[in-house]
């Protein structure tokens, strides 16, 4: 294997053009599976949600879910598709274990919901993501690799199978090509997905959350030179975060140019994007051309959703996600910039959720955007699951309002909450970190500096008011932090007769 | 006591209603005769004596509290393997679920459980009902009673045979191209294939979804009736049932053995009324016709032009479906695994594991089927075949346009002996030739005695428009009524 | 001329997961040439403008209420598995994704 020097990102996309595509799983928060009546719930004991039809065992059949086909026509709805008047579910022959039937269910060439868009805001422009098709299929089991070094397949001498996600109804969501959006492609592929789930959470269908794989995506990028024919797509699969999507198609980017620079050729296949390096490396290369004989499922009955359901449905639908960020931009006061950097850190909800338990729209911004964010971002996972909840936060930022808490020990107590220790309030009393605003004590910490260095009392009371800071560090060093810097300041000057 | 053993099943629901004997004598004497002639017949790979004594007794138990009792209440049937039983074994003829026992009970197995009838066990059959002799059973061979060398027809050869043997007044079958039909023309039995969707699929071992039907059968047109309203009816789990309520099939049995069948319409479907056909069948089926027309039926030829492609049809679309219905077969969650010695590769396992769980006629049929799917072979085969179907469907519309019902021999030759249409696949399928019609359609049909061919029985087709399931049995109950029932030669000795 | 290769039989095996024997090969070659000469038949009707049936039930919208139903215990799902291990279904080595 022979080791290149990979271009920067700059470099790789000044040649090209890049086309992208994005197809997103979502497992719906229906109650039970898509074709049986086992319970969806995230968690239980392995093989413990399972009947004879979501095992697959002979002579079961499948019954489709009313609540599934809903939550499917709302999210067509939502992103402009029209509404299949008539169509079938299909079966996805292959062998895979994680497959009770050996097939899946889904739908080929009659998806429920086809033909709409969704329009995101990068850089402050809207580009306008076509939706190919929205369909309905079911999930399959989790596959547990054993005997390999890392868990993973390769490897492994033998896997186990757990059925319990087998059959949890799945939406996938499938772009039309994405041309012309130049080097913010990775950024237009972040904001769909970011868009893209805001708009199912706020359809209340799924959790929407990546990490515990209610959401799932897989990236197509190609590269073309500028005025050819699109080039040769590959699919990244294994995309788990926000930050992954963009990453990943950055990756891609600079992989492919890499290669069309070099006069090699671009391979379609299915490459696995990695979490921990962030590059992409190719799925084991198939000797055949996967022919998946979908036929109509004949255990299944048509669909066909009556328009007039449709339209009550679609009456229902909440208020779109950008429609409701431009009114709490405006009532937030944000600028443009500001609000897109709520809306990419998925930060919308959460803050709305903290204005309503009382704080004001800059300190929840704050916060969330501040440290919330920076320890999102460093253990790899999303806002929403970062540990510390809205009302956690209002209450955070009442502490510090009513000055019980200053900056600095405020970072401290959140860092508690998200570690599990309980609220704000008792995080700062279980670890007594309580501004300590008792001048009593404080004074006695002052008093305490100024004879313990007499030589800066004297530049002080000289009028080097400056000195002074010497001295509340040091009253700072006493009371572990846990004074109020300025209040202490004004109490060395007093007692120096200096202000 | 052995002559209960010899009485229709309305008859011994009678006999234990009255209590002129207790369903466990009753469910005795079946055990009885089945260690008797079992061996001799084999259709049955699992006798259940202990579950059919418990049932017996619940029965017994009810009528001594003084419960209502079902119309079949007591009365033992036999279930063809292919119908899962909770806890009792279920292989559907194959070696690939040798030994498995299912934790949940088929729809049709529970409606006979609640009806009060009693499960004798589970009858033998072609392999996941691929084939028309039962000699594709992984099991062996189910025997003619009418002639040991012969077969029983299939892929219910076992429950046609345990009716014919009298080891069981009733049984049940499922019929995908005439696995009820063809069994009981070749046994001299009743054999009724209800609409699609008419009775539940829950249960059944797949074979071909959009055309497997559970159906009663019995050594009477009356207690094949009896039989069927107890199993039919809307069930839930199963998405292509029907949600209507069951044909009035006991009622139109009684009018038929009136005798009478005066403004009665029958098709003779000019297709299926000369090639193909022996002609000791033929000339049975013409005198059936006959017996009929003094019933009062009127007899016009009507034609179905596309019947002719109804067979081609349905080798592409029943092993299409099968390809994928027997997927899961696979050795991981139940039934068989071989091969699996720590070095091999799952999909090495699988493949082994299918390849010795599987007979030869499932697999010609998988590997057929994953063809008739492949991309570039789907619109020339299994796309055509579904637009065949839409014209067969159209040709039985515009047939019962013009008559009541559509009649045929069943199927075109009598018992054959075994292993006479093994060396060439295409020779058995064309055991289905008449049948195969009404199940691509969706329809009912029913088989029924007509009279002997070179001492073998031959059966009479009759088939009717969908949920019209109750104008077949009144004509059957009318043929039966002027051409009497048939009686094999004894087994004894 | 076949309608179907003895190599074309052998990835029809390897797709339906069948580890035929050499023997059977040849066979199931002879004998499914037969049968798909025999099937072919349905191509000499003309059904361009034919809808296909894929059901012969005219019934749509078969929906079930969203309502949680008894699984089956972890013993009764294990019970018919050939190989169990830490309470899963346990499978050889998986070697390729698809083929």
């Not at chain 2, 082994?352 to 006629?361: H, K, Q, S």
Request: aromatic share 6%; net charge negative.
């Amino acid at each position: 294997m022979t080791t290149t020097t990979l271009p920067t990102y700059d470099e790789a996309i000044a040649g090209f053009e890049p086309v992208i595509g994005l197809e997103t799983h979502v497992e719906l928060g229906t109650n039970t599976k898509m074709f049986c009546g086992c319970p969806t719930d995230f968690g239980g004991e392995p093989n413990t949600r399972v009947c004879p039809v979501c095992l697959g065992l002979p002579g079961s059949l499948p019954v489709a879910n009313k609540a599934a086909i809903e939550a499917t026509i709302r999210i067509g709805l939502a992103l402009n598709c029209s509404i299949a008047t008539w169509c079938r579910f299909a079966r996805k022959n292959y062998f895979y274990p994680d497959m009770p039937k050996n097939f899946q269910i889904s739908q080929y060439d009659e998806p429920l919901c086809v033909d709409g868009y969704l329009d995101v805001e990068v850089d402050g422009k809207t580009v306008r993501i076509g939706i190919e098709r929205v369909h309905l299929e079911e999930d399959t089991g989790k596959t547990l690799h054993v005997g390999g070094a890392t868990g993973r397949i390769h490897g492994a001498t033998e896997s186990l199978v757990d059925y319990n996600r087998a059959g949890i109804p799945l939406v996938e969501i499938v772009t039309k090509p994405v041309p012309g959006t130049g080097a913010l492609a990775p950024e237009v592929a972040r904001a769909y997905v970011t868009e893209l789930r805001e708009v199912i959470r706020g359809l209340g269908v799924s959790d929407v959350r990546m990490e515990e794989g209610s959401l799932r995506c897989d990236v197509n990028t190609s590269l073309n030179r500028p005025g050819d024919e699109w080039g040769t797509r590959t699919e990244t699969k294994n995309v788990n975060s926000l930050r992954s999507v963009e990453r990943a198609v950055r990756t891609e980017i600079i992989r492919q140019s890499a290669v069309l620079e070099g006069g090699g050729r671009i391979v379609q296949e299915t490459r696995h994007f990695s979490e921990e390096t962030g590059d992409t490396r190719p799925g084991r290369s198939k000797e055949t051309a996967t022919d998946y004989r979908y036929f109509p499922e004949p255990d299944l009955v048509p669909l066909a959703p009556d328009p007039a359901w449709v339209e009550s449905l679609r009456l229902a639908l909440p208020e779109p996600p950008r429609d409701r960020r431009k009114r709490i931009q405006e009532s937030w006061g944000l600028s443009d910039l500001d609000m897109q950097s709520v809306v990419n850190a998925g930060a919308v909800e959460l803050i709305e959720e903290t204005v309503a338990a009382g704080a004001t729209a800059a300190a929840a911004r704050k916060w969330w955007l501040g440290e919330l964010a920076r320890r999102a971002n460093e253990a790899g996972i999303d806002l929403a699951s970062v540990g510390a909840t809205p009302a956690q936060v209002a209450e955070l930022q009442t502490l510090v309002d009513s000055g019980k808490l200053n900056d600095k020990l405020a970072r401290v107590v959140i860092e508690g909450v998200v570690a599990g220790e309980g609220s704000p309030t008792e995080v700062m009393e279980a670890r007594g970190l309580a501004v300590v605003s008792d001048t009593g004590a404080l004074t006695a910490a002052v008093d305490e500096a100024i004879a313990a260095n007499p030589d800066v009392a004297a530049k002080v009371r000289d009028g080097k008011v400056a000195a002074a800071g010497a001295l509340v560090g040091a009253v700072m060093k006493t009371t572990k932090g846990q004074a109020d810097a300025k209040t202490v300041r004004e109490l060395i000057l007093e007692r120096l007769g200096a202000s | 006591m052995s002559d209960l053993t010899r009485m229709t099943a309305a008859e011994l629901a009678g006999t234990i209603a009255k209590g002129d004997a207790s369903a466990e004598e009753v469910t005795r004497a079946h055990l009885d005769r089945i260690a008797a002639v079992d061996g001799k017949v084999h259709a049955f790979l699992h006798v259940d004596a202990d579950g059919a004594i418990n049932a017996a007794r619940k029965v017994d138990a009810k009528r001594a509290a003084g419960d209502e009792l079902g119309p079949l209440a007591g009365v033992p049937v036999a279930v063809k393997d292919v119908l899962t039983t909770r806890g009792v074994p279920t292989t559907a003829g194959s070696k690939i679920l040798e030994g498995w026992r299912p934790p949940y009970d088929s729809t049709v197995v529970e409606r006979l459980r609640d009806a009060g009838t009693v499960i004798l066990g589970k009858t033998n059959m072609d392999e996941f009902a691929m084939g028309s002799s039962t000699e594709y059973s992984a099991y062996g061979p189910t025997n003619n009673p009418w002639d040991l060398g012969r077969i029983p027809g299939g892929s219910g050869g076992g429950s046609a045979a345990a009716i014919a043997a009298y080891e069981a007044p009733l049984a049940i079958g499922t019929d995908t191209g005439g696995s009820i039909r063809q069994p009981g023309a070749v046994t001299g039995t009743v054999g009724s294939k209800p609409t699609y969707g008419g009775t539940s699929r829950y249960g059944l071992i797949a074979f071909s979804s959009s055309l497997d039907t559970p159906g009663p059968c019995a050594r009477t047109v009356l207690d094949a009736a009896l039989l069927h309203e107890v199993m039919a009816g809307h069930d839930w789990r199963d998405s292509t049932s029907i949600p209507q309520a069951v044909p009035p099939v006991v009622e139109a049995a009684r009018l038929g053995m009136t005798g009478d069948l005066t403004g009665v319409k029958l098709g003779v479907v000019t297709e299926f009324n000369g090639e193909g056909a022996e002609p000791g069948v033929l000339a049975a089926f013409h005198d059936a016709l006959a017996a009929l027309t003094k019933l009062g039926a009127e007899v016009v030829e009507v034609s179905a032009p596309h019947f002719q492609y109804a067979l081609p049809a349905y080798y592409l679309i029943a092993p299409s479906e099968c390809s994928s219905n027997l997927a899961r077969f696979d050795g991981v969650r139940f039934g068989l695994r071989v091969g699996d010695d720590g070095n091999r590769s799952l999909e090495e396992v699988m493949s082994l594991t299918r390849e010795a769980g599987f007979g030869p006629e499932v697999k010609r049929r998988i590997m057929l089927g994953t063809y008739a799917l492949s991309s570039g072979y789907y619109d020339a085969y299994y796309g055509q075949a579904q637009k065949v179907r839409t014209l067969i469907t159209q040709d039985f519309n515009a047939a019962f346009e013009q008559v009541d019902v559509l009649v045929s021999p069943t199927t075109p030759f009598v018992a054959f002996p075994f292993g006479s249409r093994t060396s060439d696949p295409y020779q058995m399928y064309l055991a289905d030739l008449f049948t195969i019609p009404t199940n691509l359609y969706g329809g009912p049909g029913i088989s029924v005695p007509c009279g002997l061919s070179e001492g073998l029985p031959v059966g009479f087709q009759i088939m009717a428009p969908t949920m019209a399931d109750d104008r077949m049995y009144r004509v059957a109950a009318a043929l039966e009524s002027a051409v009497g029932t048939l009686t094999p030669p004894s087994l004894e000795g | 001329m076949a309608a179907i290769s003895r190599d074309e039989v052998a990835h029809l095996a390897r797709l339906s997961r069948l580890a035929v024997t050499e023997q059977e090969l040849d066979t199931f070659a002879g004998q499914l040439d037969v049968i798909l000469q025999a099937v072919a038949r349905v191509g000499e009707v003309a059904a361009a403008d034919i809808p296909p049936t894929s059901h012969s039930v005219p019934l749509t919208n078969v929906l079930r209420e969203d309502v949680v139903i008894n699984c089956l215990t972890r013993e009764e799902a294990l019970a018919g598995a050939p190989d169990v291990e830490d309470d899963r279904f346990r499978v050889p080595r998986i070697l390729d994704e698809e083929a």
